[in-house]
């Protein structure tokens, strides 16, 4: 690993940071050098690495000025402190600490439109927001981008010694010593951590954004929290960053893009095998360990969204037939709304109608369709009747139901607005005309109450905002900066 000595400190204690360099490949295209262009690690500490986020300019900066704007700072504490609630892998945030800056950023205008995915379509205005640092930390911040750098420079003893570090990182075995074998069970654990991350995603609705190689640890926890967003409104094809060409980082392409991830960097791994030869061999492998590791994960969420003991062929129906119905209903179904109240359906004995009654709430034609109409309502009831006789089926109508439910569905996600509104009452987001400067009294209380409830997604947290646990609220849907974003 090559790493540069910084061009200035980080703060004003005498910590020496650390930046490093690494490629990036966007699915199997590469996109040329990176580099921790204003993320520091300043030190280790019970076995965490921490960064800094937004301190200072790095050698691998490329002309931008290595800072981070407040509003992604406050994104990113909220979205890890989330997923790490929801138990899904992530790098943790620790800290957002103002440095009293203003710093320029492309934004969108109030009346820019979501386009369909496919076309790129990046902010064209330029304003003014606060700059925060972000104290953040992992067992590891390796990424995949790390690895491929060496292999496509052709730098075997460098790439042999990171992935010498890898397993040290990962806890692989000696194996007797038999490197080869060592590499393929690194590649393996790789794969399979990759493969749970994104089975993770998709149970609670989070979409990364964007998954290039960059982005991707070779622990398998969630990295850079950059233009993420938990689906709202369902739809296979949901995609907030407004720069993915193709849509090829959509929700339900996950699977798919971390596969080609997967791929791409077992193969630059596999550069080390000895005897050579081994990219292919060992990227094949990899794309069988992701595929088993996936579909049996895969499985297990969909098993426990709908609150069945065992995962049989009829559960996978079911699923395909909700998904399908929640993609079609016309003015959209809140994923998180839907699954957490689909634990009242069938309890104490109630059949389809008491279910409809249940799951009403998750409705966006309760705030857009005249008096609330949902015009899929029968469909809807007849979806309800095949879940009722499947529960029935597996004497499924009791506590245990509920308990695998309750611990798979939360309440609550990190949504885009709730985050708006706890970054723009810290002072974060574009700031009007003639605004700045510093000294403005902010409320960071909203943060603080926000960690606690997405901290805490499986339960209701007294006290709060009761919004947070529906809808996204009618001026917030299709809002450019929290609908989509860059
Ligand atoms: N303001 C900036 N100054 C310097 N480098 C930057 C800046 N913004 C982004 N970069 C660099 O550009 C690349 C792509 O940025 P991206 O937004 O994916 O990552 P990031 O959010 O900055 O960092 P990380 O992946 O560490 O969370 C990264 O190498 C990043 O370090």
């Not at 926000?450 to 905002?465: F, H, K, L, R, S």
């Amino acid at each position: 690993m090559k790493n540069g000595k910084l061009p200035r400190t980080v703060t004003n204690w005498d910590a020496e940071g650390l930046a490093t360099v690494y490629g990036c490949h966007c699915g199997t295209e590469y996109f040329g050098q990176l580099g921790d262009g204003r993320a520091v690690t300043i030190t280790e500490h019970e076995g965490y690495e921490i960064q800094l986020k937004g301190s200072t300019q790095t050698p691998f900066s490329r002309g931008f000025d290595g800072k981070a704007t407040l509003r992604g700072c406050v994104r990113e504490l909220l979205g890890c402190e989330g997923l790490s609630g929801l138990n899904v892998p992530t790098t943790l945030s620790l800290s957002v600490i103002g440095t009293g800056e203003i710093i320029e950023r492309p934004w969108y205008s109030n009346n820019d439109q979501p386009r369909n995915t496919g076309r790129k379509f990046p902010p064209m205005h330029m304003g003014r927001e606060r700059a925060a640092v972000l104290t953040r930390l992992a067992k590891s911040f390796l990424r995949m981008g790390h690895f491929e750098i060496h292999w496509l420079r052709g730098e075997s003893e460098e790439l042999r010694k990171l992935v010498l570090h890898g397993m040290d990182v990962l806890d692989i075995g000696d194996y007797d010593g038999d490197w080869n074998v060592r590499v393929k069970e690194f590649v393996n654990e790789v794969s399979r951590r990759q493969a749970y991350l994104v089975a993770s995603w998709l149970r609670v609705g989070y979409c990364q954004g964007n998954m290039n190689s960059d982005n991707t640890a070779v622990t398998g926890v969630t990295l850079d929290l950059g233009p993420f967003a938990f689906v709202d409104k369902y739809s296979r094809d949901f995609q907030p960053f407004t720069s993915d060409g193709g849509g090829r980082f959509g929700l339900c392409m996950q699977p798919s893009a971390a596969l080609t991830a997967v791929k791409v960097w077992a193969t630059a791994v596999g550069a080390c095998v000895e005897g050579g030869g081994g990219g292919e061999e060992i990227a094949m492998e990899a794309e069988r360990t992701f595929r088993e590791a996936f579909e049996k994960e895969w499985r297990e969420v969909r098993r426990r969204k709908l609150g069945f003991e065992t995962y049989t062929a009829r559960v996978g129906d079911l699923w395909g037939g909700l998904e399908e119905l929640m993609e079609r209903t016309k003015h959209g179904v809140d994923f998180t709304v839907l699954f957490a109240s689909m634990v009242n359906v069938g309890t104490g004995g109630a059949g389809v109608e008491e279910g409809w009654e249940a799951i009403r709430e998750a409705f966006y034609a309760l705030d857009e369709a005249p008096g609330g109409r949902v015009e899929e309502e029968d469909e809807w009831k007849v979806w309800l009747r095949e879940y009722l006789e499947a529960i029935e089926a597996e004497g499924g109508r009791g506590e245990g139901r509920v308990d695998i439910m309750t611990g798979a569905n939360p309440l609550v996600v990190p949504r885009n607005w709730i985050m708006y509104e706890c970054y723009e009452k810290a002072g974060g987001g574009p700031l009007a005309e003639g605004e700045g400067g510093g000294g403005e009294d902010k409320d960071f209380e909203k943060i603080r109450d926000m960690m606690e409830v997405v901290a805490n997604p499986y339960q209701i947290y007294g006290g709060v905002d009761e919004r947070i646990y529906g809808r996204t609220p009618k001026e917030y849907v299709g809002k450019p900066g929290l609908a989509f974003l860059s």
